[in-house]
C-alpha cells in the first residue's frame, strides 16, 4: 500500500539518469531518497522552528491552541513515521497510545494526583506494557495483517472507553483541572497562559525530535533500514529482526503516548473517539503529506492538515473526505511528500544552474 | 568443517531431501551439484536454517546446529548467498556491506551514533576494495549491474567473517566472462572458509571443487574428487550425459 514491494532484481536502468521512470521507481526513489541532501532538512527543520517561534505573537489566542492541538497530534505523526519510515511498518493504532495516555492522564488529574510528573511516570509506564505485550504479537505478523491487529487493538480500547461508565462511557470525562508543573524547584510551568503553554508544548517536541531522530542515526537506526528495505534477509546477517522491530514499535508508542498525555490539558476533556480510526488514519496522513521517513516531514504535515481541517471545518462538516482526497492525491502523485517535493525541486533547479 | 547426518526433509508426499550425510572438509570447496528437483537447494536451505529438517543433524566445528534459527547460524559464522540476488536494494553498496560489519559489533555499540561507529565503516572500505567494488560504494545496490550484485552478495557474506559460507548458484544469470572472473573470486576465498557451493555450471563445479556430492532425488548418488565424479558412469548417467546433451 504505503510501501511498495521492490521490483525482481532484473538489471535495470540507473534512477539516477533523469530517464522515464516507471510508478514502481518512483516509489523507490520516494521512500529511500539519497542520503548526499541531509543538509536541507536541517535548513527546513531551522526554517519550521523559527516559523513555530514567531507563530503565537501573530496567530491569536484560537490559532496558538489550535497549533498545540497540531503539535500533539504531530508526536502520534511522527511515531507512524518511525515505524512506517524506518522499520517499514504501517500502524493503523498509533491512536490506542495517545488515547490510553489521554485517559490515564484525565483520569489521574481527577481523581488521584495534580501531579504532572506522576502522570507521566504513570503513562510511561502503562504504555511500555501495552506496547510490548501489543507489539510482540503484532509484529509476529506481516504486511496488512500488522495493521489489522494494531487497528484492532485501538478499536477495542475505543470501545472499552465507550461502553466503561466508571470512565464516562460516551460522554469521555470533562472539566479535567489544568495542574501548575513544577519544573525545577520555584520554577513552573502555568498552562493557564497560551503562551507558556504552546512554548512548553514546543521545547517537548523539538526534544522529542532530536531524541528520535538521535536514537534512529545510530546502529540501531541502521538496521531498522534494512529491515523495511528487505526484511527476509535481515537474519543472515545475524540479526534478530523481531527485537529491532518491537524496540521501534515501543519507541513510537511512547512518542504518540506524548500527545495524549498533554492533550486534557488543552482540551479539557477526553472522549473515546481520541482512540479512534480517525485519529489514528490523521497520523497516517500527516505523515504521508510531510514525506515519510524524513521524522521532520510527519510534524510539517501535521500542522499542515490541522489547520486545514480547521479550515474547512468551518465551511463543511464533511472534512474527513478533505482529509480523504488529500491522502489519495499524496499516495498517487507525491508519495514522498512535501519534502520530497522541496527536495526534488532543488535537485532539478541545481542541475539547471551550473 | 560440517558434518551433515542422515538429514530428512519431506513436503507433504515428497520426500525432497532422504538421508542425505556428508562431510566438508575445512577451507575445501565441497559442491553439491545434481539435476533440477535433486534436492540440492532444499538440502541447502536445511543446513542454513532456512527451512527446519524433520530429522538429521548438522554440527558445525563439532557444534551441533541443527534446526537453529538464520540469525543464530549467522553469529556462529554460518554466512549464505541466494540464487536469487537478495540484497538491500534500496541501501548503497556501502550500507549493505557496513550492516554486514556491523552484526560483529557489540550490540551495547548500537545506539552510538553511526558517523562513530567507526570499526564496522573500516571493516566494509577494506572488503568494498578487497571486491573491487570502491567505485560502486555510493551507488544503490538496485542500480548495479547483475554482475556487480552477485560479488556484493559475496562481499556482504564475507564481511561476516563466515567459518562456513554457502554459496547458492553464485554465477546464475551470468555471462561466461563474468563466470571465469567469478571461478577466480571464489579461489580466492578457499583459504578464509570451509565452502558449500551449489552450482548449475558443471565446469565451474569441476574447476573449484575438491570434493563433489552428487544428488539424485533426493539421496546422495555419488562423491568424491571432481575426476572421479567425471569418470563415474553412475553420475554419467543421472546427472552430467543430461545436462552435456542439453548444452
Same mark, same amino acid.
Given at each position: 500500500m504505503l510501501q511498495p514491494s521492490i521490483p525482481p532484481v532484473e538489471p535495470r536502468p540507473s534512477l539516477n539518469t533523469a530517464a522515464k521512470l516507471n510508478v514502481g521507481d518512483r516509489l523507490l526513489r520516494a521512500l529511500y531518497p539519497p542520503r548526499a541532501n541531509a543538509w536541507q532538512l536541517r535548513w527546513?527543520? @531551522?526554517?519550521?522552528?523559527?516559523?513555530?517561534?514567531?507563530?503565537?505573537?501573530?496567530?491569536? $489566542?484560537?490559532?496558538?491552541?489550535? *497549533?498545540?492541538?497540531? @503539535?500533539? @497530534?504531530?508526536?502520534?505523526?511522527?511515531? /507512524?513515521?518511525?515505524?512506517?519510515?524506518?522499520?517499514? %511498518?504501517?500502524?493503523?493504532? #498509533?491512536? *490506542?497510545?495517545?488515547?490510553?495516555?489521554?485517559?490515564?492522564?484525565? %483520569?489521574?488529574?481527577? =481523581?488521584?494526583? #495534580?501531579?504532572?510528573?506522576?502522570?507521566?511516570?504513570a503513562v510511561v509506564t502503562a504504555v511500555a506494557v501495552f506496547s510490548l505485550v501489543l507489539g510482540a504479537v503484532a509484529i509476529r505478523a506481516k504486511g496488512v495483517y500488522f495493521a489489522l491487529i494494531t487497528f484492532g487493538a485501538a478499536e477495542i480500547l475505543s470501545k472499552i472507553a465507550h461502553n466503561t461508565r466508571a470512565i464516562g462511557g460516551s460522554d469521555g470525562l470533562i472539566g479535567i483541572p489544568v495542574p501548575r508543573i513544577t519544573l525545577l524547584p520555584g520554577v513552573t510551568i502555568d498552562l493557564q497562559n497560551n503562551f507558556v503553554f504552546y512554548y512548553a508544548v514546543l521545547g517537548v517536541l523539538v526534544l522529542i525530535y532530536i531524541g528520535t531522530r538521535r536514537i534512529l542515526d545510530s546502529g540501531f537506526g541502521a538496521?531498522?533500514?534494512?529491515?523495511?528495505?528487505?526484511?527476509?534477509?535481515? $537474519?543472515?546477517?545475524?540479526?534478530?529482526?523481531?527485537?529491532?522491530?518491537?524496540?521501534?514499535?515501543?519507541?513510537?508508542? #511512547?512518542?504518540?503516548?506524548?500527545?495524549?498525555?498533554?492533550?486534557?490539558?488543552?482540551?479539557? @476533556?477526553?472522549? $473515546? =473517539?481520541?482512540?479512534?480510526?480517525? /485519529?489514528?488514519?490523521?497520523? /497516517?496522513?500527516?505523515?504521508?503529506?510531510?514525506?515519510?521517513?524524513?521524522?521532520?516531514?510527519?510534524?510539517?504535515?501535521? /500542522?499542515?492538515?490541522?489547520?486545514?481541517?480547521?479550515?474547512?471545518?468551518?465551511?463543511?462538516?464533511r472534512h474527513l473526505l478533505v482529509l480523504g482526497v488529500i491522502f489519495i492525491v499524496f499516495v498517487m502523485f507525491l508519495p514522498d511528500g512535501l519534502i520530497g517535493l522541496a527536495r526534488r525541486l532543488s535537485a532539478s533547479r541545481g542541475k539547471a544552474a551550473p | 568443517m560440517i558434518k551433515v547426518r542422515a538429514l530428512n526433509k519431506a513436503f507433504g508426499g515428497l520426500r525432497a531431501v532422504r538421508d542425505l550425510s556428508f562431510e566438508a572438509l575445512p577451507r575445501c570447496v565441497t559442491s553439491i551439484i545434481g539435476p533440477n528437483g535433486a534436492g540440492k537447494s532444499t538440502a541447502f536451505n536445511l543446513i542454513a536454517g532456512t527451512l527446519q529438517p524433520d530429522s538429521g543433524t548438522v554440527e558445525l566445528d563439532g557444534r551441533d546446529i541443527t534446526g537453529r534459527a538464520p540469525f543464530a547460524l549467522a553469529r556462529l559464522g554460518v554466512a549464505r548467498s541466494f540464487q536469487i540476488t537478495n540484497l538491500f536494494f534500496g541501501l548503497s553498496t556501502f550500507e549493505n556491506v557496513r550492516l554486514a560489519c556491523q552484526s560483529l559489533e557489540r550490540r551495547s555499540s548500537y545506539l552510538v551514533r553511526l558517523d562513530r561507529l567507526a570499526r564496522p565503516q573500516a571493516c566494509a572500505r577494506a572488503i568494498l576494495a578487497e571486491f573491487g567494488l570502491q567505485e560502486r560504494a555510493n551507488e544503490l545496490v538496485g542500480n548495479l549491474s547483475h554482475g556487480d550484485q552477485r560479488r556484493v552478495e559475496i562481499a556482504v557474506c564475507m564481511a561476516l567473517r563466515p567459518r562456513l559460507l554457502m554459496l547458492d548458484e553464485p554465477t546464475q544469470g551470468m555471462s561466461p566472462s563474468e563466470t571465469a572472473e567469478f571461478d577466480a573470486l571464489i579461489k580466492s576465498l578457499t583459504g578464509r572458509a570451509t565452502i558449500l557451493l551449489i552450482e548449475h555450471d558443471v565446469d565451474l563445479v569441476m574447476s573449484l571443487s575438491d570434493h563433489v556430492i552428487v544428488m539424485h532425488q533426493g539421496e546422495k548418488l555419488f562423491e568424491g574428487t571432481p575426476d572421479r565424479v567425471r569418470a563415474s558412469p553412475l553420475v554419467r548417467e543421472a546427472y552430467l550425459g543430461v545436462d552435456h546433451a542439453a548444452v
Open positions: 527546513l527543520g @531551522f526554517a519550521m522552528l523559527v516559523l513555530a517561534a514567531i507563530f503565537p505573537w501573530l496567530g491569536g $489566542p484560537f490559532y496558538t491552541r489550535l *497549533a498545540i492541538e497540531s @503539535f500533539l @497530534f504531530g508526536a502520534t505523526a511522527l511515531s /507512524v513515521d518511525i515505524l512506517l519510515g524506518y522499520a517499514g %511498518l504501517l500502524s493503523l493504532g #498509533q491512536a *490506542a497510545y495517545f488515547g490510553l495516555a489521554a485517559y490515564i492522564s484525565a %483520569l489521574m488529574y481527577l =481523581h488521584v494526583t #495534580q501531579s504532572f510528573w506522576l502522570v507521566l511516570v538496521v531498522l533500514r534494512a529491515i523495511r528495505d528487505n526484511s527476509d534477509r535481515v $537474519p543472515y546477517l545475524g540479526y534478530n529482526s523481531f527485537w529491532y522491530k518491537l524496540l521501534a514499535y515501543i519507541m513510537a508508542a #511512547q512518542v504518540a503516548a506524548v500527545g495524549g498525555l498533554i492533550y486534557p490539558l488543552l482540551r479539557g @476533556f477526553v472522549a $473515546p =473517539h481520541l482512540f479512534g480510526f480517525e /485519529v489514528s488514519t490523521k497520523a /497516517v496522513v500527516m505523515s504521508l503529506v510531510g514525506g515519510v521517513g524524513t521524522l521532520l516531514g510527519p510534524l510539517a504535515g501535521s /500542522v499542515i492538515v490541522t489547520f486545514l481541517e480547521s479550515a474547512v471545518g468551518s465551511y463543511t462538516e | -
